[in-house]
């Protein structure tokens, strides 16, 4: 069956790095753009970033951009969040996305905080 299963957050400082991963299964993962979502307690889910399919094309919501990088490994079937600079604002839980298919992780919790 599909699966997308998210790893990687925690609790940083700020200023602090994190890098996420979601491994992907049951479905033709390299042929799938893939996206990361975050939802803040009491927020709604917002879009992080994107990748194509062959990693050639990324997105980013203005409030990460510059400090988060997005990219994947279709061998390993798996796509990565790399967090720098994280802020205070950055604590929510990450989801991984395939918007084709609508597949959905269960998330990983990343708090920031001194």
């Known amino acids: 069956q599909v699966q997308l299963v998210e790893s990687g957050g925690g609790l940083v400082q700020p200023g602090g790095s994190l890098r996420l991963s979601c491994a992907a299964s049951g479905f033709a993962f390299s042929t799938y753009n893939m996206r990361w979502y975050r939802q803040a307690p009491g927020k709604e889910r917002e879009l992080v970033s994107h990748i194509s399919a062959t990693g050639g094309t990324t997105n980013y919501a203005d409030a990460v951009k510059g400090r988060f990088t997005i990219s994947r490994d279709n061998a390993k079937r798996t796509v990565y969040l790399q967090m720098n600079s994280l802020k205070p604002e950055d604590t929510a839980v990450y989801y991984c996305?395939?918007?084709?298919?609508?597949?959905w992780g269960k998330g990983t919790p990343v708090t920031v905080s001194s």
């Open positions: 996305n395939a918007p084709t298919r609508d597949y």
